[in-house]
């Protein structure tokens, strides 16, 4: 884990001596301490739901901080041929399978992961003694701006992150940190890149056939507005969107994470 | 039963059985035979007609690009994009085609997206068959089975907000017997943009959701931008060519009264259906919806495309130019005959007996500045803009003017006699035509005076003498 700072510091990433062990108690203050709540998701009965306090990390998880991760736990490390769990293109935009890379297009080791399977995030959530975010934990701390835990009626709070996708992807992305910080503390939840959450296909996938469940209707056209609890919260529509494109096998070029755990 | 009485009752079971047939369109249950790779075009160029005489299985490829590009000169917009144009890819198919449609989302795309064919008979439209995250390509089929042109578009949540980014096209599905032949063959298609900043405002312009949802859009185009198909980039074209354009309007919000300037539509394929309405002037052409218009051009001259919801057109950028070339037929169009003083018998209008009161002259420079005010807003403003910023490509600013502070007798000249070719103002050339206003001495004076002393430019007073001087020689 120091070894990821050192790497900061000079961008020759090969040979960095890694320890193989999760990190300790430094990596705990990393969290943030979310106080419970309720909120009413852009999906469901427009009830509120309940979520329990919870932890979570600061910052995204890092380039430097996966490159630890697989040097540990080596059948995690990118191979000729990647696996299911892996997915088509993990890992893609290091230079090799024990090495970010250097130079300007290179993938920079404090910018956040990307190109990470669903799998690959929980195995290192796990690895970290920690766990991927419920979509509830998710969408609870990502209400808040800089100022105030629920910024939902601001709409300036929505055209701010509807302003990121105006921008095109920064090739390569820039440092974890460079864009926001709640007034919890959390770092980058809109405006870097999207996140992997525990239940991302929750909302649409309700049993065998998607046909049966509320997937087209929800999704699609006018009928996305129909069931939803805002239909002015377009950025929550773009996340939901995305989130329900996905399988737990891809690896996305603009698809990150970040880890949780229980209230301490 | 008699033989004559069954005869009937066959016929009479013959006939209902057509008749439940007719309920499906002709292009249901075609041969397919075949196999080939769809061209597919940019705008404003449309595919070659189709020359098979039978239904085969069209490969549509179409990747989703999301980039950033000019909206207008110096002004840009982050496009998602169907095969990297606004609007996107012209596909061309024959009724009963089998198509499959590869739908691709190019890794460096931030979002998901998917396809909502108005040509497919199916929930949908294709759009959850097509849904992909970047990265990834779906594939699904569908058999054309209604022939006429129909707008595609992305149909992701929110999908207010991915047609507001430019994500429509065309899809034309040719009936069995094609269409009757012309010259030229264009593909136009309207948007409406909302941007966070104002009409021209410069620099990299993000979407404005408050705008979309109050449908009061800063910009309406034809073909994706500002001058896509106008100045520069106006249709060439010859006297003698019947042309076609397909049009659609991919909306998210506004209906086109699409007409010509100088054209009448001989036919028009209405809301490109199967409908031929004849001798049409304005097409109503719904958002999501499409028309086809054929014309021919019978004289030579610029013909302006317009949304006749004319602000659009003055305002915000909904103009396209066909430029045909060849020689005058002054029967069909004289041009300026003649040109006279015009005073209605028994004078004006209204006039009372007494002294006609004396025209305003202005006693200062202020009064001129004054006068000159009341001038220009109503014969100027509507081209040259509220503050003289001019509209890009069409109409040239008078703030901050290098062409019109250069030479200010020049621009008496011009406010006098009118102004037709190209000149070129602040580095960006305009070839448009200003006509002449008819204004007197006094009142080219005030408003020079005007404009000289607005927007930073060069200041100082034109006199009704030196107007004078300049038109008539010392």
Redesign the interface.
Known sequence: MRCGSALLAVAALVGCAVQASPPGEGAKTAMAAIEGGRYVPLYGDGEPVEVASFRIDRGLVTNAQFFDFVRAVPRWQRAEEPSLLMGE?YLRHWAGPLEIGSGAKAARPDAPVTHVSWFAARAYCDWREKRLPSLDEWELVALADESSRDATDD?AF??KI??W?????P?PLPPVGSTSRNVWGVEDLHGLVWEWVEDFNSVFVTGES?ADGT??R?????G??ATASDA?N?AA??R???R????AG?????LGFRCAADAA | MEPTKIASRLVAGLAAALGALAFLPAGAGAEIRGEEKAVLTDPPEVPAPIARDHATKVIVELEVRELVDDISDGVQYTFWTFGGTVPGSFIRVREGDLVEFHMRNHPDNTVPHNIDLHAVTGPGGGATSSFVAPGQEAVFSFQVLNPGLYVYHCATAPVGMHIANGMYGLILVEPEEGLPEVDRELYVMQGDFYTEGRYGDPGLQPFSMEKALEENPDYVLFNGSVGAISGDNAIPAQVGDRVRIYFGNGGPNLVSSFHVIGEIFDEVRVEAGSLINRDVQTTLVPAGGAAIVDFALEVPGTFILVDHSIFRAFNKGAIGMIRAGGAENELIYSGRQDERIYLPEGGAIGAHPGEAPAPRVAASKQERIAEGQRIYQANCMACHQGQGQGIPRAFPPLAKSDYLNADVDRAIEIVAEGLSGRITVNDVDYDTVMPRLGLSHEQIANVLTYVLNQWGNSGGEVTPDRVAEVLTGP
């Open positions: 293109g709409p929505h055209q509807l302003d996708y105006a921008r095109p992807r090739d998607r997937f087209d929800q999704l699609y056209c006018a996305a507005a002015r377009y529509f773009l939901y969107a995305m329900s494109s996905l399988q891809y690896a996305v070029g603009n």
